[in-house]
Every structure is written in C-alpha cells, then in structure tokens.
C-alpha cells in the first residue's frame, strides 16, 4: 500500500512520483480437487465487482462467457470511492446497471471495507475489486482478477451445460502465447495507464506515457496481422479479455484523464478499434458489462487530486462509435 490513505495512489514521500500497484491480500483458489478449501458449488460464491473497474470487469466478462449466471451471484459497488474506499449503493439511488444495490449479504454494511474487516479485523491493504466471497465459510477467496478468471475457465464445468463446458478461454495450444502476451500488455497497457495518470512528477508521466504507447503501436501491429476478429485469430481467448477492458476505457476516459493523448484509440489504431467494437457490438459478454456512466463518473469524481471540481467531461459522443461509423478524419483515408 502507497501511504495510510486510501487516495493516496503515489506516495507522497516518494520523489519518483511512480505508481506502484500493491500486490492482491487474498490469493486462494476454487478447486474441483477432492478435499478442497474451496470447491466449486451453486450459489455458494458470490463476486463484489465495479462496472467502472476494469480489474473487475474481467471477471464479469469471463462469468458470461462460461454461462456462471445462476452459479455465481454477483453485486456492484457505486462507481463514487472516495477516503473510505468503494460504497455500495443506497436502497433509494437508482443507478444504470445490474445489481447496483445495497450488500444482498450483510444488510448493515455500507462499504466493501466492512467485508475485508469482517474477515480480518487486522487487514492494512487496499479495498479492491474484484473480491469473490465464499458465503458458506464467511471468507474472501480471491481479490486478484487474473486468479478469478482462471478459476471461471474450469473450476465449475461439472455443473455446466457443454454449451458453456466447450468454452476455452486458454486453451493448450496457445498458453505460452497468452501468457507472453499477458505479460507487457498488463505492464504497459492494463497498468500502464494508471503509471501514466497517477504520476507525480513530469519524468515518471513521460516515461510511462512513452512506454504506453509503444506498446499500443504492438498491440495495433499484432492485431493488423493476426487478428480474425480476435488476438489469436478465430478464438476467443484471455488474451481478448485482458485487453478489452483497458481499450474500451481508453477514448471515454484515459485520453483526458489521464493524459494519454497522444493518440485515441477510434483515430489512431484503426485495427484496435475495430477489434473492440466487434467485441462491444457482437459479444453480450463485452457489450452488456461495460457502463459507460459508471467509467466516466468513477474516474472523474473519486481521483480528486487529478480532478479536484469533479466535473466529468462531456465527450467523446458517442462514447464507442458503431461499427459502420468512422471519425470524420479516419472515414476520408478510407474513401
């Protein structure tokens, strides 16, 4: 953890002025194994998520894809996180998306912070989404996305249909590929944002900013060649997953937000913005998990110290071009 406050994301006694992201507190893992802590049953876990998080939204895009709607029950925090950490939401705010309701569990309990102390009193980390929670045993299982997900991919498949079992999301024959991937796309693209906008000093928001795009320019490069519609070709993998939830932030918020403009994504990478609409238009798993309100006002009004009048900007219109649509500049290369 930075510093004893919460929105504290540098330092402020470190003279880099780098973002440094804390490791996840809780890493244990579902298992079908016998004699697991963890074994897979309905309805026994049930995942706290922000539609504004892109951490999180993995693990809502993955529980779609492998059809966990009626195994895995699931609750959204309000987009608002301020010194407390993120809230749920009141019986009275109506808000867009799913489940953006009180804590369905502990009905007293007004911040994901109450779960963390409820199962350590002692707890020192950070307050993150995603966090899976085992309500039989009254534990967090997990509060690292990339663990969660891999749980999803095969954990449960004895209680699902073939529909769903069928769904490889890594499978054998690309893992390495995948995990390579995973590997700069998460330091420089995934995170890399956050290095870029949360930077304390002009040299660490210019290396990162730097470094971000270097590694969009591959990422527009592998997809120009490789991908038909997806990273690897005709599968759907991880690797789609991981990518998506940073790109599909990339124009409504980290432009301006985090001031990573030396290019967006719908004028500047025409094969990663026709890669992300094909999984924003054509997938329920990407289109119907992704809230635009919940992104926007997140970021704009809970980083105060990026944005101290918490005014959200009113652009991009629209916040995801269709897929027939073109920005002026980008619609006259292609005539």
């Known amino acids: ?10 330092d402020p006694k470190d003279k880099t002025g780098e973002f440094k992201r804390g490791a996840s507190a809780f890493r244990s893992f579902i298992s079908n194994k016998p004699g697991a802590e963890f074994p897979p049953e309905k309805d026994r876990y049930h995942l706290y998520i922000s539609y504004a998080c892109p951490w999180a939204h993995r693990t809502l895009i993955v529980r779609k894809l492998k059809g966990l709607e009626d195994i895995i029950g699931f609750t959204s925090v309000h987009w608002h996180m301020l010194e407390k950490g993120w809230r749920f939401a009141t019986s009275d705010e109506k808000l867009p998306g799913e489940n953006v309701t009180p ?5 007293d309990y007004t911040h994901l912070r109450n779960i963390y102390f409820q ?15 085992d309500k039989k045993a009254g534990k967090i299982v997990s509060n690292e996305s990339s663990e969660i997900i891999r749980m999803f991919y095969r954990e449960f498949d004895d209680l699902l249909p073939d529909k769903y079992k069928n769904v490889d ?10 995990d390579e991937m995973n590997d700069w796309v998460y330091n420089d693209i995934n995170n890399g ?4 906008g949360f930077a304390t000093t002009e040299e660490a928001y210019l290396k ?3 470094t971000l795009f270097k590694s969009l320019d591959r990422a527009e490069a592998h997809l120009a060649s490789n991908a038909n519609p997806y990273v690897f070709g005709d599968r759907l993998t991880e690797a789609d997953v991981r990518l ?3 790109i599909v932030r990339f124009d409504a918020v980290y432009v301006q937000h985090f001031k990573t403009n030396l290019r967006d994504i719908r004028s500047g990478y025409p094969a990663l913005h026709n890669w992300l609409r094909n999984l924003y238009w054509n997938n329920a798993a990407f289109g119907d998990t992704t809230d635009f309100e919940h992104i926007k006002n997140h970021y704009t009004k809970s980083h105060r110290q990026i944005n101290p009048l918490s005014i959200t900007p009113l652009g991009p219109d629209p916040d995801i071009l269709p897929l027939d649509k073109e920005v002026p500049s980008a619609e006259a290369v292609r005539k």
Not at 1 to 10: E, G, L, R, Y
Not at 193 to 196: A, F, Q
């Open 169 to 178: 999301l890594f499978p054998e024959d690309l893992r390495k590929s995948i």
């Open 103 to 107: 804590d369905p569990l502990h009905k």
């Open 1 to 10: 953890m930075a510093s004893n406050k919460i929105t504290d994301w540098v």
């Open 208 to 210: 990162n900013v730097r």
């Open 244 to 246: 998506y939830t940073t």
């Open 119 to 133: 199962v350590d009193p002692d707890y020192q980390g950070r307050f993150t989404v995603p966090t899976l929670y």
């Open 193 to 196: 944002v956050y290095k870029s």
